[in-house]
């Protein structure tokens, strides 16, 4: 079972930061924390990911609190292709085997 | 580049039939996955390689085999194709564990 817990659906309006949340409360020490997303029925795409420190991309940032117990994945100005289920997933530097759960749905509205 | 290419797109099978599903990239990449995905659910990984020659199994293996011999290419072969087996499959590559994983198109397949 995957080792995150996601809210079902979110929206967010057009030009405005998308915040989602993750909570990976049982985390250890070495797992990272990893973002994909799916838009439609397109294969996932990698968005970002990290240990401890918050990480930012040209895509997204990621900030993880200080206890590692939960995530927020920020898009900072969002747009209609961004509408997506976007997973989050904890999984260990030695881990090949990625826990996909059921993703947040977030749809973006004009 | 093409990046993980997947073939076919589509398949309708009868139970029971058996069929391959054709994984390549051009990456270079020394690892290769395959999941599937049910309707309004995750992936599950069925099968991954770390190397050419080499694979083992993820979550969900029962029913699928498949095999490496080269660095490109990643089959992944249903014996007996049943109704539980209807899904789409995703294969996916990555230069090594940590990175970010590519991924293909799918193959939408359905066993009648």
């Known amino acids: 079972d995957a080792k995150t817990t996601q809210p079902p659906s979110m929206d967010c309006a057009e030009g405005r930061a998308a915040n989602l949340p993750c909570n990976h409360s049982?985390?250890?020490?070495?797992?990272?924390v990893y973002w994909y997303r799916q838009i439609h029925s397109q294969g996932p795409q990698y968005i970002i990911h990290?240990?401890?420190n918050n990480e930012t991309n040209e895509m997204a940032s990621l900030i993880i609190t200080e206890d590692r117990k939960s995530s927020t994945l920020i898009l900072p100005h969002a747009t209609l292709r961004d509408t997506a289920v976007y997973y989050c997933i904890v999984r260990g530097y030695n881990n090949n085997d990625m826990r996909f759960g059921a993703g947040t749905r977030l749809t973006v509205k004009p | 580049n093409a990046g993980v290419t997947q073939t076919p797109k589509f398949r309708i099978l009868k139970i029971g039939q058996s069929m391959t599903l054709q994984c390549a990239q051009d990456m270079n990449h020394n690892y290769m996955y395959w999941y599937r995905q049910d309707p309004g659910m995750g992936l599950k990984l069925i099968y991954y390689s770390v190397g050419a020659g080499i694979t083992d199994k993820g979550e969900v293996p029962n029913g699928y085999n498949v095999s490496r011999s080269t660095t490109e290419d990643f089959p992944l072969r249903l014996e007996l194709a049943a109704p539980s087996q209807t899904s789409v499959y995703f294969c996916a590559s990555s230069r090594d564990r940590a990175n970010e994983q590519f991924f293909g198109p799918g193959t939408r397949l359905t066993v009648l």
């Open positions: 990290g240990l401890k």
């Open positions: 049982t985390i250890s020490g070495n797992e990272y």
